[in-house]
């Protein structure tokens, strides 16, 4: 296997080379311009504070995001939930939800094929009943070559990438903002 097309390294200071925020912004307008799947790599305040981000600049904000720690379990039963729930009255709109896979590279191997199925099948619907943002703090491509992650999975997941920097979405112990 090899590994997915990413940009030479380049000098930092170069101008011409967009800053993490410029990048990050850049990635977030992509996100939000569809309802493809998200794959976030960073913390999970992070991931919380994009997956928030992304449902407030959605053409139809849902106001809510539902978070499932994957460390804990229920994923695959949460996801199943909310796409058979759809199956018994089809909805013209778009998507109707936000689902935050917090952590996804804690999942086992039989929760990732159910999570990978449900993907699938929710791509031959006319309009997809969740948006999935899946997250990990954990290097997941490095699973993925160590096979410990399903790699079917990762692609699925990785339609739209976006790498947050470490101070993003950070908070002290009172929970506000770093920098606030």
């Known amino acids: 296997m090899t590994k997915p097309n990413s940009p030479n390294p380049i000098d930092c200071q170069d101008s011409a080379h967009p800053s993490a925020s410029e990048e990050l912004t850049q990635d977030l307008e992509l996100a ?43 994923a695959v039963s949460t996801l199943q939930g909310l796409t058979r729930a759809d199956d018994r009255e089809p909805d013209t709109r778009e998507c109707s939800r936000i689902l935050l896979l917090q952590e996804v590279h804690a999942l086992g191997p039989n929760d990732q094929a ?3 199925r449900e993907i699938e099948a929710m791509q031959t619907w006319p309009t997809r009943p969740v948006r999935i943002l899946a997250s990990s703090s954990a290097p997941l491509f490095e699973r993925v070559v160590d096979h410990l992650f399903s790699e079917r999975l990762f692609y699925r997941l990785n339609l739209i990438h976006v790498v947050v920097p470490p101070e993003y979405g950070a908070t002290d112990e009172s929970g506000r ?4």
């Open 32 to 74: 939000t311009a569809t309802d493809l799947p998200v794959l976030i790599s960073g913390s999970p305040s992070a991931s919380r504070a994009i997956a928030c981000e992304l449902d407030r600049k959605s053409r139809t904000p849902r106001g809510s995001v539902e978070i499932v720690d994957c460390r804990e379990g229920g």
């Open 114 to 116: 159910v999570l990978e």
């Open 177 to 180: 903002s770093a920098g606030a």
